[in-house]
T-cell receptor, first 112, second 111 residues
Framework: NAGVTQTPKFRVLKTGQSMTLLCAQD?????MYWYRQDPGMGLRLIHY???????AKGEVPDGYNVSRLKKQNFLLGLESAAPSQTSVYFC???????????FGQGTRLTVV | SQQGEEDPQALSIQEGENATMNCSYK?????LQWYRQNSGRGLVHLIL?????REKHSGRLRVTLDTSKKSSSLLITASRAADTASYFC???????????FGTGTRLLVSP
């Protein structure tokens, strides 16, 4: 039972480079989320998806794009990385409303 | 802006004492959830309370919800050193189908 798996766990990027973070869940959950966590800021919602083929913006979507082509995967893309995107990124998934969310272990991204 | 704000930002207590954390939020909700995060790790779900519930218990945890004041509290009784972690409230805002987190409370329990 893998739950929610994030790939990679660590990454260092140079300013202007692009990358994709992969989130995979094996619980058949409808909802998936991408958050970023910065010191003293808690978790901020970047984008989320309520089902395969659908995505929506969260609190801090600028500089990020997402895709949910398959129900089990939610991809977060950075087209042109900036130092301000240095953060820890968490993916989560959940069934529909009134249920808990399950989190991955995080991806620590540094942009230099 | 974030939906939830926790208070206090940091709390330091001795083992055996109770720890109380508060959460305030801004809009109507379907439910409010509490999560725990150990340093550098992912979040783990602790307890969920629905908007029509006022109090809920789970082991040493007690959660209250006051929708008229848009606030919730998490009480951890008889704290242990292993309870040292950050605690976050999260709201499933009514009509929005998304989970939004507060800023968290850092709890330190000293032996």
């Amino acid at each position: 039972n893998a739950g929610v798996t994030q790939t990679p766990k660590f990454r260092v990027l140079k300013t202007g480079q692009s990358m994709t973070l992969l989130c995979a869940q094996d619980m058949n959950h409808e909802y998936m989320y991408w958050y970023r966590q910065d010191p003293g800021m808690g978790l901020r919602l970047i984008h989320y998806s309520v089902g395969e083929g659908t995505t929506a913006k969260g609190e801090v979507p600028d500089g990020y794009n997402v895709s949910r082509l398959k129900k089990q995967n939610f991809l977060l893309g950075l087209e042109s990385a900036a130092p301000s995107q240095t953060s820890v990124y968490f993916c989560a998934s959940s069934p529909p409303v009134n249920t808990e969310a399950f989190f991955g272990q995080g991806t620590r991204l540094t942009v230099v | 802006s974030q939906q939830g704000e926790e208070d206090p930002q940091a709390l330091s207590i001795q083992e055996g004492e109770n720890a109380t954390m508060n959460c305030s939020y801004k809009t109507s909700i379907n439910n409010l959830q509490w999560y725990r995060q150990n340093s550098g790790r992912g979040l783990v779900h602790l307890i969920l309370i629905r908007s029509n519930e006022r109090e809920k218990h789970s082991g040493r945890l007690r959660v209250t919800l006051d929708t008229s004041k848009k606030s919730s509290s998490l009480l951890i009784t008889a704290s242990r050193a292993a309870d040292t972690a950050s605690y976050f409230c999260a709201t499933d805002a009514a009509g929005f189908q998304k989970l939004v987190f507060g800023t968290g409370t850092r709890l330190l329990v000293s032996p």
